[in-house]
């Protein structure tokens, strides 16, 4: 059974065949509420278009369930007064999707956007929309594993697009854009293992991909970066091992003096073609 969350500026007739409607503020309590009906009552969750507005941040545990939206018009908008991260997918936790909706910071304490915390398996994280975070846009943490990333899209971080620490995963187009980032930050920061890339692509960041320590057996069809001023870096103590690449389709930042692709210190790395 789907239980329908309205948005406090959803059309009327959303709101009349809303289970709850937020008021507009604090928007998370009402989210939070319904979440713990369904370890009960089981069922899943609907969230309508519009702005959910919250105060603090969202954590999904306990029952297996959806988070559906609309589409980009659903909202999730986080403004904290303290640091903290938007959703996070809490450890132990199996099964959960979340799906067709946006998550956006207040570029001032929203450190991370989605969190996949360790010890998390079977999740499921498409069409998403992140966006305005300070650090990184979805951080994967060490030991979560058989996750399945599609079609997320995360734009204006200040740090990392995604921070990816995990197993055996599947990111298939995924893509960061408009995010400069730091010097010696990546759209794409891999520690991944046996986990497999499906035509991501990097946009106007400092690096568009680092594969570092720990990153073992990837799988990289097709790499792409645009206006970045390195496309791949490889680096790492220990050192990336047994990392295959198709091609990797590199569009340098006017003025970029190194060269796209720098292969510092890995075992095994293969890369079939190179377009620049």
């Given at each position: ?13 959303t709101?009349?065949q809303?289970?709850v409607?937020c008021?507009?503020i ?18 899943d969750i ?7 507005n ?5 954590e ?5 369930y959806?988070?559906?939206?609309a589409?980009?018009?659903?909202k999730l ?7 903290g ?13 979340l ?10 304490n929203?450190?991370q956007g989605l ?12 069409n998403l ?9 979805v951080r994967g943490?060490?030991?979560?594993s ?8 995360v734009r ?7 921070r990816l620490s995990?197993?055996?995963n ?7 854009t408009?995010s400069?980032?730091?010097a ?22 400092n ?9 073992k ?19 790492g103590d220990?050192?990336p ?9 590199a569009l ?9 692709i720098?292969?510092?210190e890995?075992n ?7 377009i620049?």
């Amino acid at each position: 059974m789907p239980f329908l969350i309205a948005a406090s500026n959803a059309l009327e007739e959303t709101k009349e065949q809303a289970y709850v409607t937020c008021p507009g503020i604090d928007d998370q309590e009402q989210i939070e509420a319904v979440q713990n009906k369904l370890s009960v009552l089981g069922g899943d969750i609907l969230l309508s278009e519009g702005d959910f507005n919250c105060s603090a941040g969202l954590e999904l545990g306990n029952a297996q369930y959806t988070i559906w939206g609309a589409g980009r018009a659903t909202k999730l908008n986080f403004a904290f007064s303290s640091p903290g991260d938007c959703v996070a997918i809490l450890e132990m936790s199996r099964g959960h999707y979340l799906r067709n909706l946006s998550i956006i910071g207040d570029k001032a304490n929203t450190k991370q956007g989605l969190v996949v915390n360790d010890n998390t398996a079977y999740g499921l994280f498409e069409n998403l929309w992140v966006e305005g975070i300070v650090e990184n846009g979805v951080r994967g943490m060490p030991g979560n594993s058989q996750h399945t990333f599609r079609n997320v899209r995360v734009r204006d971080v200040g740090e990392t697009g995604f921070r990816l620490s995990g197993l055996n995963n599947l990111f298939d187009g995924c893509a960061v854009t408009r995010s400069p980032g730091i010097a010696g930050q990546a759209a794409f920061w891999i520690n991944e293992g046996s986990s497999t890339f499906i035509n991501p692509f990097a946009e106007r960041h400092n690096i568009g991909y680092v594969i570092s320590s720990y990153a073992k057996n990837l799988s990289l069809p097709l790499l792409s970066a645009e206006a970045c001023n390195v496309a791949l870096r490889v680096t790492g103590d220990p050192k990336p091992q047994g990392i295959e690449i198709g091609t990797v389709m590199a569009l340098m930042t006017q003025g970029a003096t190194g060269p796209p692709i720098e292969i510092l210190e890995a075992n095994g790395v293969s890369i079939g073609n190179i377009i620049v």
